[in-house]
């Protein structure tokens, strides 16, 4: 019996001594690196123009309001986002038969989104970058770099 407690009593010493990571307070930071999508556009300094709109498709035709970070905003010009109404197309190629699938279900549906605007600004002419993450409510972040051609 003596053995069997000591052999019991090293068994959860080195069972709690490998899953301590797991209990201890100080967490490590896992790096997670963001593949980001370039955007590209131009327009006309002084104007205000839809630079794009965001949302995902969920499986019951609807688009959650995505979270918008901005990672690094505009040195020159300004953005701001609003809420709109769409209409949900089937547009180009699908990745994939699910994706297909869902737009054909859901194609013809109105769905809520976000548009990102963009103003420049009177006096200036070059180039303008920002980047945002946009966090998705399916469970990922999608990162775009942004650069606007401002003439």
């Known amino acids: 019996m003596r053995k069997f407690v000591l ?8 069972i709690l001594g490998a899953a301590s990571p797991l209990f201890s307070k100080e967490r490590k930071p896992v790096a997670i690196e963001l593949a980001a999508t ?13 630079l794009g709109g965001f949302g995902w498709l969920r499986f019951d035709c609807t688009i959650p309001m995505p979270d918008v970070k901005i990672v690094k905003p505009p040195a020159h010009g300004e953005i701001r986002f609003e809420e709109v109404t769409t209409t949900i197309s089937v547009t180009g190629d699908s990745l994939n038969a699910t994706s297909a ?3 054909k279900k859901c194609d013809g549906k109105p769905a809520n989104a976000l548009r990102l ?6 006096d200036f002419t070059g180039k303008d970058v920002f980047v945002l993450d946009m966090d998705t409510k399916l469970g990922y972040v999608k990162r775009y770099a942004f650069t606007v051609n401002i003439r």
């Open 7 to 14: 052999i019991l009593l090293a068994s959860l010493t080195i």
């Open 38 to 50: 370039e955007v590209e556009r131009s327009l006309f300094s002084g104007n205000e123009s839809s």
């Open 101 to 103: 699938a869902l737009n």
């Open 117 to 122: 605007m963009y103003k420049a600004p009177e």
